[in-house]
Structure formats: C-alpha cells, structure tokens
C-alpha cells in the first residue's frame, strides 16, 4: 500500500465510513441502520457482531455437535482434499469465526476484518475505477462497497484467464441471485457473454436490477423474476433490505416462482460457460437442480457456501461426485466481514471446448 491508503485500525476506519457514507451506500436505508453504523465506528476499535453471524454461528455449532470431533474431523479433511493451503486456511478460519463470533458481545477490529483483502486496497480501488470508467453506474449501486463483485467479479478472478475466456466468451452466464444487477455490470464490461441471465426472485430487487439493465445499457442481460431450486414449484421469499432474500415454504412472505436450472436451459436454449450463485443458503437445492447442465457443459462455477454448515459441508461433495477433472478453491473476498461473500469456485481441467 502507498502513503495514502490506510495502514492502521483507526485510518481503515475512517476509510470505511467514507466508503460508507460519501458514496451513499445508506441512501436508501432508514436514519436506524445509518445510526448503527455511526454507533459501531464510535465505539471503534471493536465491533458489534451482526445478529446474522450469532445466528449461522448458533447453527455451525449445532451441526459440529451433532457430529461429534471424529465425524467433523472427517468432514474437514473431506472438504479439504485437493485444494490448495489458502483454500483449506479459508476453510478453517470461517468454521472457527462463526462458532467464535456467535457468543461474543464485541470484536476486535484485528479479528473481524480480513487485513488480507485490505492490503491490497491500491490494486482493487484500480480494478474498481477501471469498471466505473466503462460507463455509468446507477445511484443505487456503490462498486467500492463491494469488492467482492466489482473486484473479485464473485471469485472469477481466481480461475486462469484462458478458462475463463474460453468458457465466457461467447456463451451464457447464469447469474443466480442478480440482486440489483451489480454481478451483471461486472460480467458485461469485463468479459464477452452471449446472454447474461438475471435471476431475482425478490420483487423489489427485480425492480432495481431493471433499472440497472436500462441505466447500464447491458442489451445482452435478461432479468428472471424467479428464484432457482431442484425443481419447478410456488415458494414463499422473506424480503431483507441489502440483499439476502430466503425462500422459504408457501404461507409465508412474498409469493415467487421457482425454477431448476436443467429445465430453464434445456428450454431457452443456454449454454452456460458460467454459474455464479448467491442465493442466501438454497444454493445446495438449486445445484441439485443443475446437476445435469453442469455435467453436459461444465461450466465455472461461483457458489456461495457462507450461509449455513450443510452447504458449508456438502457442496463440494456433491460437485466431486458428480464432476471429473474439475479444480476448487475457496476465497473469502470481502474486508469489512469475517465470513460474508465466500465462494466455493470450481473450474474444469480439461481443454475440450463445448
């Protein structure tokens, strides 16, 4: 980092209001979540640990226990099996902070953000301002608030540039939790998609992600106002404001159509050189939704394993029984959160184009 980017706790924390507050990241929240936030930098260098960590935490530590030491040590090593050191230490260090965060009343800012991911401040501030300068960007949408996407693009940046050009360019992408289009923003200006298509389930999300197809100009995105599953059916969505839409079962929140991808595909005519899912703990369902496309296309693969201990666990089994030749890694890509925006990326070994 140079002189002007922030070296200690306290300089990163002025960095992160600004990042926070001058680009308008709390426009459109209430004067209550804008208070939180000042209250937690006052109260810096700690931090209040979000009701969210508490509860998957809660649930990582139920599902450890029920395990038992043997069984969960089996799971880890099975989980760790052909990746890389960072991948496993990422791995580790999610399983321990959700199960050490849950209890905790306040954080130690050195333990809660990733000073990884900050160290190269300079290098994702440049990768961010070049996507901005490609065009404009809607005010409901903050790119230096999300690294994780317009930096890490959800973890493609992880896989070989050959990989990515050759299964990207000129095929689908399937974006599976499009929120409000910031993942499509990214997909279009940095690579060469066919068809981009949007899923958001969320009413209120769809709207924006429009907004964000007209604003942005991206003619090659199609926005889906479904959500993804194993199979075809009417689910419940529980609206949350800053993303994290769950379905949930019919009789509760908001009425929202569900599709399994091999369906979708077969049907549009799709062939996806990418998955990128998001989808607030259905990515395990939705996978099994998928099997047969991912098996026929083998696409690269962006799924979100954070949420809850089965996907955590049972994800990356169920892609190796399935798939051959394909290598995974695991990235946490977001600073201002321990366990946030952590990916299970998987690419395809072999040279065979589809």
Not at 241 to 248: D, E, F, M, T
Not at 295 to 312: D, E, G, S, T, W
Request: hydrophobic content about 35%; some cysteine; aromatic content about 12%.
């Amino acid at each position: 980092m140079n002189s002007e980017e922030p070296k200690t706790i306290s300089e990163f924390a002025y960095f992160h209001i600004f990042r926070y507050f001058f680009e308008e990241r709390y426009y459109f929240c209430s004067l209550e979540v804008v208070l939180r936030k000042l209250r937690e930098y006052i109260n810096w260098p700690s931090i209040r640990p979000d009701g969210l960590i508490r509860t998957r935490g809660d649930e990582f530590h139920r599902y450890c226990k029920v395990l038992g030491h043997s069984r969960l040590s089996k799971k880890l090593d099975e989980f760790k099996r052909d990746m890389d050191e960072t991948s496993c230490a990422v791995v580790e260090k999610i399983l321990k902070d959700y199960i050490k965060f849950r209890s905790q009343n306040r954080a130690k800012a050195e333990e809660w953000y990733d000073y990884a991911v900050l160290s190269n401040l300079r290098d994702i501030d440049k990768k961010i301002n070049s996507i901005i300068a490609m065009g404009p960007i809607p005010k409901h949408i903050s790119p230096h608030s999300y690294p994780d996407i317009f930096c890490y693009e959800s973890g493609l940046t992880f896989v070989p540039e050959e990989i990515v050009k050759r299964k990207i360019t000129g095929k689908d992408i399937l974006d599976c939790g499009a929120y409000f289009g910031d993942s499509a923003i990214v997909f279009h200006r940095m690579h060469k998609p066919k068809k981009i298509y949007s899923f958001e389930p969320e009413k209120a999300n769809y709207a924006r992600l429009l907004e964000t197809i007209e604003f942005c100009g991206i003619k090659n995105a199609i926005a889906v106002n479904m959500g993804v599953g194993e199979c075809k059916k009417i689910a419940g969505i529980t609206p949350k404001a800053g993303g994290g839409s769950k379905i949930v079962n019919m009789g509760r929140g908001e009425r929202t159509h569900i599709t399994d991808i091999d369906s979708f595909v077969k049907k549009n005519g799709i062939v996806p050189g990418l998955i990128k899912m998001d989808i607030a703990g259905y990515e395990l369902k939705a996978l099994k939704g998928a099997l047969k496309t991912i098996k026929k296309y083998r696409p690269i693969l962006l799924i979100a394993i954070y949420y809850n201990p089965v996907n955590f666990f049972e994800i990356k089994p169920l892609l190796e029984k399935n798939l051959k030749g394909y290598r995974f890694l695991v990235r946490h890509i977001a600073y201002n959160h321990p366990t946030y925006e952590t990916p299970l990326i998987g690419y395809p070994l072999d040279e065979e184009a589809i």
